[in-house]
Protein backbone atom coordinates (compact mmCIF):
# COMPACT_ATOMS: atom_id res chain seq x y z
CA UNK A 1 0.00 0.00 0.00
CA UNK A 2 0.87 3.52 -0.40
CA UNK A 3 0.26 7.18 0.69
CA UNK A 4 -1.79 6.96 -2.96
CA UNK A 5 -4.02 4.34 -1.80
CA UNK A 6 -5.09 5.88 1.33
CA UNK A 7 -5.53 9.30 -0.48
CA UNK A 8 -7.93 7.24 -3.68
CA UNK A 9 -8.82 4.60 -1.57
CA UNK A 10 -10.30 6.23 1.81
CA UNK A 11 -10.22 9.98 0.85
CA UNK A 12 -7.33 10.43 3.76
CA UNK A 13 -5.37 13.38 2.67
CA UNK A 14 -1.70 15.05 3.75
CA UNK A 15 -0.92 12.11 6.00
CA UNK A 16 1.92 9.61 5.42
CA UNK A 17 1.43 5.75 4.99
CA UNK A 18 3.49 3.76 7.48
CA UNK A 19 2.30 -0.03 7.37
CA UNK A 20 -0.12 -2.28 7.33
CA UNK A 21 -0.93 -5.51 9.54
CA UNK A 22 -3.62 -8.08 9.32
CA UNK A 23 -5.20 -9.10 12.36
CA UNK A 24 -7.69 -11.58 13.14
CA UNK A 25 -9.32 -11.13 9.89
CA UNK A 26 -8.90 -7.26 10.04
CA UNK A 27 -6.71 -4.73 8.53
CA UNK A 28 -4.83 -2.12 10.65
CA UNK A 29 -3.81 0.63 8.40
CA UNK A 30 -1.00 2.83 9.98
CA UNK A 31 -0.96 6.94 8.97
CA UNK A 32 1.22 9.76 10.67
CA UNK A 33 0.86 12.98 10.27
CA UNK A 34 3.52 15.25 8.53
CA UNK A 35 5.73 16.49 10.82
CA UNK A 36 6.30 20.20 9.09
CA UNK A 37 2.26 20.52 9.29
CA UNK A 38 1.72 20.17 12.84
CA UNK A 39 0.44 23.02 14.24
CA UNK A 40 -0.76 24.61 17.89
CA UNK A 41 -4.48 24.15 18.42
CA UNK A 42 -4.26 27.86 20.10
CA UNK A 43 -3.02 30.09 18.07
CA UNK A 44 -2.34 27.66 14.42
CA UNK A 45 1.33 28.59 15.11
CA UNK A 46 3.82 26.00 14.10
CA UNK A 47 6.52 26.28 16.78
CA UNK A 48 5.59 23.56 18.53
CA UNK A 49 7.30 20.51 21.18
CA UNK A 50 6.09 16.87 20.48
CA UNK A 51 4.90 15.38 23.76
CA UNK A 52 4.15 11.75 23.18
CA UNK A 53 0.50 11.05 21.67
CA UNK A 54 -2.49 8.85 22.14
CA UNK A 55 -3.18 6.10 19.45
CA UNK A 56 -6.76 6.22 17.90
CA UNK A 57 -8.54 3.78 15.43
CA UNK A 58 -11.12 5.01 12.98
CA UNK A 59 -13.25 2.86 10.94
CA UNK A 60 -12.57 2.88 7.06
CA UNK A 61 -14.45 1.25 4.15
CA UNK A 62 -14.31 -2.39 4.38
CA UNK A 63 -11.90 -4.44 1.65
CA UNK A 64 -13.81 -6.97 0.52
CA UNK A 65 -15.54 -8.47 3.51
CA UNK A 66 -12.66 -7.58 5.93
CA UNK A 67 -12.79 -4.70 8.45
CA UNK A 68 -10.68 -1.53 7.63
CA UNK A 69 -9.13 0.37 10.96
CA UNK A 70 -7.26 3.35 10.27
CA UNK A 71 -4.82 3.79 13.30
CA UNK A 72 -3.45 7.06 14.06
CA UNK A 73 -1.32 8.18 16.90
CA UNK A 74 -2.48 11.90 17.38
CA UNK A 75 0.34 14.17 18.77
CA UNK A 76 0.14 15.79 21.90
CA UNK A 77 1.87 19.30 21.30
CA UNK A 78 2.86 22.03 23.46
CA UNK A 79 3.32 25.61 21.94
CA UNK A 80 6.52 27.25 22.46
CA UNK A 81 5.19 30.45 22.01
CA UNK A 82 2.81 30.26 24.50
CA UNK A 83 5.48 28.77 26.57
CA UNK A 84 7.64 31.47 26.34
CA UNK A 85 5.97 33.80 27.12
CA UNK A 86 4.46 32.89 30.36
CA UNK A 87 8.25 31.51 30.82
CA UNK A 88 9.31 35.47 30.32
CA UNK A 89 6.86 37.01 32.72
CA UNK A 90 7.64 34.70 35.08
CA UNK A 91 11.15 33.85 36.38
CA UNK A 92 11.06 31.38 39.03
CA UNK A 93 8.01 29.45 36.68
CA UNK A 94 11.25 29.64 34.25
CA UNK A 95 14.07 28.03 36.23
CA UNK A 96 11.46 25.72 37.63
CA UNK A 97 10.46 24.65 34.40
CA UNK A 98 13.59 24.22 32.54
CA UNK A 99 15.29 22.13 36.23
CA UNK A 100 12.13 19.75 35.45
CA UNK A 101 12.87 18.99 31.68
CA UNK A 102 16.57 18.36 32.42
CA UNK A 103 15.88 16.07 35.38
CA UNK A 104 14.18 13.92 32.62
CA UNK A 105 17.20 13.43 31.34
CA UNK A 106 18.49 11.03 34.59
CA UNK A 107 17.00 7.95 33.12
CA UNK A 108 18.85 8.46 29.75
CA UNK A 109 22.59 8.65 31.53
CA UNK A 110 24.45 5.51 30.24
CA UNK A 111 25.60 4.37 33.81
CA UNK A 112 24.99 4.64 37.24
CA UNK A 113 28.25 6.47 37.66
CA UNK A 114 27.00 9.16 35.04
CA UNK A 115 23.61 9.04 36.72
CA UNK A 116 25.02 10.05 40.07
CA UNK A 117 27.05 12.56 38.70
CA UNK A 118 23.94 14.50 37.00
CA UNK A 119 21.87 13.99 40.04
CA UNK A 120 24.79 15.29 41.93
CA UNK A 121 24.63 18.38 39.77
CA UNK A 122 20.74 18.77 39.30
CA UNK A 123 20.41 19.02 42.84
CA UNK A 124 23.19 21.64 43.80
CA UNK A 125 21.11 23.31 41.10
CA UNK A 126 17.93 23.42 42.27
CA UNK A 127 18.78 24.28 45.95
CA UNK A 128 20.77 27.29 44.39
CA UNK A 129 17.76 28.69 42.79
CA UNK A 130 16.48 29.89 45.67
CA UNK A 131 12.68 28.64 45.00
CA UNK A 132 11.51 27.15 47.84
CA UNK A 133 10.06 24.21 46.58
CA UNK A 134 12.53 23.37 43.79
CA UNK A 135 15.26 22.99 47.25
CA UNK A 136 12.25 20.66 49.12
CA UNK A 137 12.30 18.66 45.93
CA UNK A 138 16.23 18.75 45.70
CA UNK A 139 16.10 17.37 49.42
CA UNK A 140 13.86 14.84 48.89
CA UNK A 141 15.77 13.54 45.87
CA UNK A 142 18.49 13.47 48.49
CA UNK A 143 16.92 11.38 50.21
CA UNK A 144 15.49 8.92 47.93
CA UNK A 145 18.74 8.89 45.83
CA UNK A 146 19.42 4.93 46.66
CA UNK A 147 16.30 4.35 45.44
CA UNK A 148 16.44 6.74 42.21
CA UNK A 149 19.80 5.29 41.76
CA UNK A 150 18.63 1.42 41.99
CA UNK A 151 16.78 1.92 38.34
CA UNK A 152 20.60 1.17 36.94
CA UNK A 153 21.11 -1.58 38.78
CA UNK A 154 17.71 -3.15 37.43
CA UNK A 155 16.27 -0.93 34.78
CA UNK A 156 12.35 -2.26 35.28
CA UNK A 157 9.88 0.69 36.38
CA UNK A 158 6.64 0.56 38.77
CA UNK A 159 4.66 2.46 36.15
CA UNK A 160 1.83 -0.23 35.20
CA UNK A 161 1.84 -1.23 38.89
CA UNK A 162 0.63 2.69 40.00
CA UNK A 163 -1.07 2.64 37.63
CA UNK A 164 -3.33 -0.68 38.23
CA UNK A 165 -3.33 0.86 41.74
CA UNK A 166 -4.49 4.65 41.06
CA UNK A 167 -7.33 2.80 39.20
CA UNK A 168 -8.27 0.34 42.25
CA UNK A 169 -8.31 4.05 44.26
CA UNK A 170 -10.72 5.66 41.98
CA UNK A 171 -13.46 2.76 42.20
Known amino acids: MSTSLIHHGFGIRGYHYLRTEYVGGE ?3 TIRPPRDKLRCA ?3 GRRVVRRGGRP ?9 KKRVWICLAVPRLECKRWLEEALALNAPLAAAYYLKEDLRRIWTQ ?5 ATRFLDVWIARARSTGIRQLQQMANTLSLHRVGVLAYYDVPITTGPLEGTNNKIKTL
Open 27 to 29: IHI
Open 42 to 44: ACR
Open 56 to 64: RRFRGLPIG
Open 110 to 114: PTKEA
